[in-house]
């Protein structure tokens, strides 16, 4: 029975993410987003980044609360390499890590994990030191921070084909496309032109930080969804009735190259 829910649960992801694939012009991410009863909100994040990554995050969270929807903002911090390799998630938060997690073929790593409503109520953003020379230039590091944590917002590709739409949610390496532009603003504002009946975020004050739920150990990655060229996406039941959701973006070298003949 539990492998039979299990098998359920993500094929329901699976049959959702199809449908969002056939939406990138909107590039939503299927529509994910956190439930909230005001028309804008405050969004915790815990900066779990080695100073080296500091300016990057605070960039990237300045340039996405620049949304008429909702302010991003670091609240505590814990930057111990236990927490760093563990990146905790954290209900009703945004954990943002970095650590060498090895050579395992991804660059950065954005988890959500969704309520039985649908709903975003964790999400944590990873960079993997381990591919550090991917990392040598500012443009790269500002566009994969930036990009992870657009992610944990319900953000999906405005392109997956290596062109450039000028913002971080597309996948080149052109200097333009380090930062969210005017579209990602108004897909936020369609994905967060409603209100909902609770809040999924926490709206606890930053010194209550240390009496939520952690969850232990990392999140499951469950079964690949879906191969892109730079992307994939995996999906794993968490046991409360939710899914866990992983958008994975692909080291140099790991990209699925022969998917190119078929676009």
């Given at each position: 029975m539990k492998i039979r829910r299990l098998g359920l649960a993500v094929a329901t992801a699976a049959a959702a993410l199809t449908f969002s694939i056939s939406a990138f012009a909107a590039h939503t991410w299927n529509n994910y987003h956190?439930?909230?009863?005001?028309?804008?909100?405050?969004?915790?994040?815990?900066?779990?980044?080695?100073?080296?990554?500091?300016?990057?995050?605070?960039?990237?969270?300045?340039?996405?609360?620049?949304?008429?929807?909702?302010?991003?903002?670091?609240?505590?911090?814990?930057?111990?390499?236990?927490?760093?390799?563990?990146c905790p998630a954290v209900v009703g938060k945004v954990r943002s890590c970095n650590a060498a997690y090895g050579r395992n073929g991804w660059l950065g790593l954005a988890s959500i994990n969704l309520d039985s409503n649908g709903h975003i109520k964790q999400g944590t953003s990873k960079m993997n030191d381990s591919y550090s020379s991917s990392f040598a230039?500012?443009?790269?590091?500002r566009h994969v921070m930036c990009q992870e944590l657009g992610h944990t917002l319900g953000l999906g590709h405005t392109s997956e084909d290596g062109s450039t739409q000028n913002t971080c949610m597309d996948y080149s390496q052109s200097p333009t496309s380090t930062a969210p532009n005017q579209h990602d603003y108004d897909q936020l504002v369609a994905q967060y032109g409603h209100t909902d009946s609770y809040n999924s975020y926490s709206t606890a004050a930053a010194a209550l930080t240390s009496r939520q739920v952690t969850m232990a150990g990392n999140a499951p990655m469950g079964q690949r969804i879906r191969k892109g060229i730079f992307d994939e996406?995996?999906?794993?039941?968490?046991?409360?009735?939710?899914?866990?959701?992983?958008?994975?973006?692909?080291?140099?070298?790991?990209?699925?190259?022969?998917?190119?003949?078929?676009?």
């Open positions: 956190w439930a909230r009863t005001t028309s804008s909100f405050t969004l915790q994040v815990i900066d779990s980044n080695t100073p080296d990554w500091d300016d990057e995050l605070s960039l990237a969270l300045s340039q996405w609360s620049q949304s008429t929807k909702l302010d991003m903002r670091v609240t505590s911090m814990d930057d111990t390499s236990r927490t760093r390799k563990r230039s500012q443009d790269e590091r996406t995996w999906a794993a039941p968490d046991g409360q009735g939710g899914v866990w959701v992983h958008h994975v973006l692909l080291a140099p070298g790991f990209e699925h190259t022969e998917l190119l003949g078929s676009r």
